[in-house]
Nanobody, 125 residues
């Protein structure tokens, strides 16, 4: 019912920036929680950032401590797109990044109903 397509990954030097985009199609709703996960080689999947529906058009955000102050999540419902702005990138940010959506206001820690195919981010030192 919902398809998610990520874009914007690539290779950058430490200290650089990237903006990831996740375009949704199909049967979606503003109330659906959307966010980002990442998984590095040999490590467990980590929830990076998520939006929290307040019941209206305004969303709260939740960002992992590991990226707090550097990453920002925001969404444009008119374009059915959620973004992850990544600044001051570090080599430890290197991972595959996945968009996720859930048919509820809270994005589960393990991930919700729908996943994108992923986009790779590599940060060199």
């Amino acid at each position: 019912q919902v398809q998610l397509v990520e874009s914007g990954g690539g290779l950058v030097q430490a200290g650089g920036s990237l903006r990831l985009s996740c375009a949704a199609s199909g049967r979606t709703f503003p109330s659906y929680a959307m966010g980002w996960f990442r998984q590095a080689p040999g490590k467990e999947r980590e929830r990076v950032a998520a939006t929290i529906w307040t019941g209206g058009s305004v969303y709260l955000t939740d960002v992992a401590d590991s990226v707090k102050g550097r990453f920002t999540i925001f969404r444009d419902n008119a374009k059915k797109t959620v973004y992850l702005q990544m600044n001051s990138l570090k080599p430890e940010d290197t991972a595959d990044y996945f968009c996720n959506a859930h048919s509820g206001s809270i994005l589960p820690r393990e991930g919700g109903d729908y996943w994108g195919q992923g986009t790779q981010v590599t940060v060199s030192s």
